[in-house]
């Protein structure tokens, strides 16, 4: 079955760019969805269709895939964007959803 | 203003069965094209899925937990059940419910959740 591989922390200062990373064998070839997950509440999709926002969500989100990686890229980031994030697929060849493991955003 | 909203037990024992009601507002689960989707996530995990059900009652299913769980769909009271068979302590976690309004593979709403705990 397919599998998400996401680094479980990331790091980052107020005002600067943080790169969240997933990988997964031929994941250009999918379209991968990112959700925003903070302690307490309901997840958030942030982007969809690899590069899509939702109403709402800010244009400092976006999203990008190439080869193996696909990459939820914040810029300007503020302390109420630390969370945790998820990508997810449609894995077409076992007819299922797919989450990677999380990576934990953390703002210093 | 759409709104899903998990109910069922907060404690169950080992062995028994766990049922789940997501009841779905602003929202038909019966639009064409549509699914909803149970996720969990065991304390200090990751977002694990469970199940999903279409509009027209299609089913899939986590392949390792397709012998324990059930997802069915009533329409005239616009929910959506899940059923876990042979409950176990690794089963404690948050139970969410999400929709897929256009069925196109991403949740894009959440209900809030809620903790179910195994224990005897």
């Known amino acids: 079955s397919y599998v998400l591989t996401q680094p479980p922390s990331v790091s980052v200062t107020p005002g600067k760019t943080a790169r969240i990373s997933c990988g997964g064998n031929?994941?250009?070839?999918?379209?991968v969805h990112w959700y925003q997950h903070k302690s307490g509440q309901a997840p958030v999709l942030v982007i969809y269709?690899?590069?899509d926002r939702p109403s709402g969500i800010p244009g400092r989100f976006s999203g990008s895939h190439s080869g193996n990686t696909a990459t939820l890229t914040i810029t300007r980031v503020e302390g109420g964007d630390e969370a945790d994030y998820y990508c997810q697929v449609w894995d077409t060849g076992g007819d299922h959803v797919v989450f990677g493991g999380g990576t934990k955003l953390t703002v210093l | 203003q759409i709104t899903l909203k998990e109910s069922g037990p907060t404690l169950v024992k080992p062995t028994e069965t766990l049922t789940l009601t997501c009841t779905v507002s602003?929202?038909?689960?019966?639009?064409?094209?549509?699914?909803v989707g149970w996720v969990r996530q065991p304390p200090g995990k990751a977002l694990e899925w469970l199940a999903l059900i279409y509009w027209d009652d299609t089913q899939r299913y986590r392949p390792s937990l397709q012998s324990r769980v059930t997802i069915t769909r009533d329409a005239s009271k616009n929910q959506v059940v899940l059923t876990m068979t042979s409950m176990d302590l690794v089963d404690t976690g948050t139970y969410s419910c999400a929709s897929q309004r256009t069925g196109d593979g991403y949740f894009d709403l959440w209900g809030r959740g809620t903790l179910v705990t195994v224990s005897s």
């Open positions: 269709h690899n590069t």
């Open positions: 602003g929202f038909s689960v019966s639009t064409s094209g549509s699914a």
């Open positions: 031929n994941i250009e070839n999918q379209r």
